[in-house]
């Protein structure tokens, strides 16, 4: 799905990316506030990945940008401030924020065939160095 | 002998510094980028980078992140002046954590830093003493398929 259909089904407002968001491609989707959560979790393989959260810090971006996540949606009407936006405009990474709960969003995106983010299998743990 | 890294980039980090938290690790990922290595062994290093780093603004006065690039591996030595960790093992625990309040809003300091780190790195090593500091060492091996 295009990144600006996720936008129309969720009623939401692109923050940042605009003149792209019809170009970037989704397949899947993972929720979290805890951003080392994302991190541990998410297995980001074809940067097809959309990140459904309820914070609206800096982080969000920074951490979207390590895992290659195109799409950040901020849920439950949260005011995005605007150094988060000027991040995301300055790594190309877009946002959308939408007044539907996280809750409400999933499951708009799961019925539109947006697939679970395929988790990071927890293999062996490194050894000391 | 270890033969002498090929690059070798530091970046200071403030304690505190909640805003500019990942710029390092955002400049780390970059260079990684321009030298064409994977992008899954990028996202690797970038995550545990990104960890290291929030783990020094939330925890320590000051510190720096030193990215050592082998022909074979990427090192990253993330040595930091503050509190030192009470009890390793504990810390090593998923789930596990001692993080302000103001870690927490930002999406961190739910005892996931270090297993994180641990679980996306070849090798991993933590000395930390009391009162002085905290080094955390980890390596991503360059060719290794996971």
């Known amino acids: ?129 | 002998m270890e033969n002498p890294p090929l690059l070798v980039e530091s970046f200071k980090i403030t304690g505190k510094d909640y805003e500019h938290g990942g710029e390092a690790s955002s400049q780390i990922k970059s260079i990684l980028k321009r030298l064409g290595i994977s992008p899954e062994i990028i996202k690797r290093v970038s995550i545990c980078t990104y960890e290291a780093e929030m783990n020094i603004i939330i925890y320590a006065y000051e510190g720096e992140i030193v990215l050592n690039i082998f022909k074979d591996k990427v090192r990253i030595i993330a040595k930091d002046k503050g509190p030192g960790i009470l009890d390793l093992e504990l810390a090593m625990k998923e789930g596990y954590s001692t993080a302000p309040p103001e870690a927490i809003e930002l999406g961190f300091g739910a005892g996931m830093g270090l297993p994180n780190i641990k679980n996306n790195s070849d090798r991993m090593n933590i000395e930390t003493e009391i009162g002085v500091g905290t080094t955390l060492i980890f390596e991503v091996d360059l060719n290794e398929k996971r």
Do not use: H, W
């Not at chain 1, 990144?3 to 989707?29: C, H, P, Q, Y």
């Not at chain 1, 990945?49 to 949606?73: F, S, Y």
């Not at chain 1, 924020?97 to 996280?102: D, E, L, W, Y």
């Not at chain 1, 809750?103 to 947006?114: D, E, H």
């Open chain 1, 1 to 129: 799905m295009k990144a600006d259909e996720v936008a129309r089904l969720i009623d939401g407002v692109i923050l940042s990316g605009k003149n792209f968001i019809d170009k970037v491609e989704v397949k899947t989707a993972f929720a979290a506030d805890l951003m080392s959560d994302v991190l541990a979790y998410v297995e980001s393989l074809n940067n097809d990945v959309i990140l459904i959260t309820g914070i609206t810090n800096p982080q969000i971006v920074r951490t979207a940008e390590m895992l290659d996540i195109p799409v950040i949606i901020v849920a439950r009407g949260k005011k995005v401030p605007q150094e988060t936006i000027k991040l995301a405009d300055e790594k190309g990474i877009i946002i959308i924020s939408t007044k539907n709960i996280v809750f409400t969003t999933s499951g708009i995106l799961y019925m539109n065939g947006i697939k679970p983010a395929r988790l990071k299998p927890r293999g062996e743990p490194s050894s000391s160095c």
